[in-house]
Every structure is written in C-alpha cells, then in structure tokens.
C-alpha cells in the first residue's frame, strides 16, 4: 500500500522559508510524475509544483514561480518542495500526491 508523508511544516514569519520533505513507499517513486498541491482555508487545492519522473521538468503555479523549488531524490524516494520569500497567502494545508496517492498533509503558516 503506497504510504506518502509530509513533513516540515510550520509557523514562520513574511519572507522567511521552509523546506518540506515527502517520503514515499509501496509506490512506484521513479516512475511517476510527483505533485505539491496545497489547500488554504475556504478554498480548493490547487497544484503548485511538479515535476518529471526523472526530475528533468519542473513546473510551478505562477503564484510561486520563482520562489518555490520542487526537487526529488529516487534513490531515495523522497520529494521535497523549498519556499522561499514566503507570503501570507501561502498559509495552508501541503500535500505531496502522484495518481491517486494522498498524503496526509503538512501544515503551513506564514504570519508575522
């Protein structure tokens, strides 16, 4: 059964960064396209990140183009998604995903 889970989250402040990690197995790791999406309160997920099986084509919400970098490691089946100059609206609910595979999620803040 594939098991994703999120980690990382946090309370930071404007402008600050986090990191997030998303560890995967019983899934197919390198075959697959991986997603960040996020959920913010009161609204639907959206996708922010992706990329390529084998890690050679990123692509980004133009929401956080330019300051959130989508990474991924299949040796060890692990994604990561950097945020850098982090906004307020960015607050939400991040989830890693491929297919129909969820994890549970990693809880963002950014508020001064």
């Known amino acids: 059964q594939a098991q994703f889970v999120e980690s990382g989250g946090g309370l930071v402040q404007p402008g600050g960064s986090l990191r997030l990690s998303c560890v995967v197995s019983?899934?197919?790791?390198?075959?697959?396209?991986m997603n960040w999406y996020r959920q913010a309160p009161g609204k639907e997920r959206e996708r922010v990140a992706w990329?390529?099986?084998?890690?050679?084509?990123?692509n980004y919400a133009d929401s956080v183009k330019g300051r959130f970098f989508i990474s991924r490691d299949n040796y060890r089946k692990t994604l990561w998604l950097q945020m850098n100059n982090l906004k307020p609206e960015d607050t939400g609910v991040y989830y890693c995903?491929?297919?129909?595979?969820w994890g549970r999620g990693t809880q963002v803040t950014v508020s001064s």
């Open positions: 995903n491929s297919l129909n595979s």
């Open positions: 019983g899934f197919d790791f390198n075959s697959f396209t």
């Open positions: 990329i390529t099986s084998g890690g050679s084509v990123e």
